[in-house]
């Protein structure tokens, strides 16, 4: 089984849970400066965005002297699309007799439908067709599945497929609330209207053409999409696996339970207040509460609130967590390097998020880990 490190990485700056301000809006745009993008690229060629065309896009939703802070994380370019190759004899999921299947979660896919194909298939999950396999075994999701990659609506249909499938079987796929689905679920609904940041105003069309949205995603997004977004749970336990999207303490500001904070959260997007869907998002896009010192504490305080003996998170890059992310414009380093899950937190939590739109890995994993 595939072991996580303990320790934090070199160079890493010790810090605090951030609280999101507009800055945060903007990270981690881990491909490039995130707007409308080329419709097509010759093979070899990274897709890159039309700068021009961002510009405009930049003039229409913010309105004028307003200037977005900086970033806080570096860019990371990649190149092309990682392109995974498959054995179409990958082993299949062994089948239970009795009882629950075997547990697995997926990290941010973030519309690399190719990628979450390959690492399902190579997991036994599914088969050359792309349907289920995997009888009664338990699929979870993290959340985050569109934006910046190519094919995020692509990849929320083939979770509701699979769900549909693993359920005709005796098993289950299951998906978490993302901070990129409170986004998309804002950009759809609100488009430019203004909304109380905290920090100057801000819209959620700004924010997720910042953080990547593809114009074909929007195009794509039908009302079963948005429908099935809007239900996600929050949270879950499974097997002394409390499973979360974001490293942050916030979901304990939406309850004392697994059931209040799925509920609350549910409820607060049912409201369709905009201002109320910004908060939630904002709280969302938190993260680094369980890397620094304290951090251990952090996830203690959730698993004594929510039961569980482990977190399972997503949303922040291991590379980042690991302070292993080279330069800037990709010239010092070949790029992260991930290998599977980033145990940390004196072994209290375990990050899915292995960067797959900084050239890292889409990871889909077993549990419990063999550590």
Not at 5 to 26: C, I, K, N, W, Y
Not at 58 to 65: H, I, L, Q, S
Not at 196 to 211: D, R
Request: proline share 5%; glycine share 12%.
């Amino acid at each position: 089984m595939v072991e996580g490190s303990m320790t934090q990485g070199a160079g890493q700056v010790p810090e605090t849970e951030r609280t999101a301000t507009l800055r945060d809006f903007r990270v981690p745009a881990y491909v490039h400066e995130t707007g409308p993008y080329a419709d097509s690229a010759q093979p070899g060629e990274a897709v890159r965005p039309d700068e021009e065309a961002f510009d405009e896009a930049f003039d229409e939703v913010y309105p004028e002297g307003y200037t977005p802070t900086q970033r806080d994380l570096p860019v990371i370019r990649r190149g092309d699309t990682v392109q995974v190759a498959v054995d179409p004899a990958s082993a299949a999921v062994p089948q239970q007799t009795e009882g629950p299947g075997p547990l697995f979660v997926v990290g941010d896919v973030h519309g690399y439908l190719d990628e979450l194909v390959a690492a399902l298939r190579e997991k036994g999950l599914i088969d050359a067709a792309g349907s289920w396999c995997a009888g009664t075994a338990r699929l979870w999701f993290l959340g985050d599945f569109t934006d910046r990659g190519p094919d995020g609506i692509g990849v929320i249909d083939l979770v509701m497929r699979l769900s549909a499938e693993a359920a005709a079987a005796g098993g289950y796929c299951k998906a978490l609330m993302g901070n990129h689905e409170l986004l998309l679920l804002g950009a759809k609904r609100f488009g430019d209207t203004p909304v109380n940041s905290g920090a100057g105003t801000a819209t959620f069309q700004a924010a997720w053409l910042l953080n990547g949205g593809q114009k074909t995603d929007m195009d794509r997004l039908q009302d079963v999409h948005l429908q099935w977004m809007a239900r996600l749970d929050a949270m879950e336990q499974v097997d002394g696996h409390l499973l979360v999207h974001s490293d942050t303490t916030a979901y304990l500001d939406y309850g004392d339970s697994i059931e209040a904070v799925n509920d609350n959260v549910r409820e607060t997007l049912t409201r369709n207040d905009a201002d109320e869907v910004w908060d939630v998002f904002r709280k969302f896009t938190k993260r680094f509460s369980f890397r620094d010192e304290g951090g251990a504490d952090h996830v203690r305080s959730l698993l004594d609130m929510y039961g569980g003996t482990r977190i399972v998170h997503g949303h922040s890059p291991i590379p980042y967590l690991l302070g292993d992310v080279g330069s800037e414009d990709g010239e010092d380093s070949a790029g992260p390097v991930v290998e599977g899950p980033h145990v940390y937190a004196e072994g209290l939590a375990i990050a899915m998020d292995g960067g797959v739109t900084m050239a890292g890995k889409l990871l889909v994993q077993q549990l419990p880990l063999d550590i």
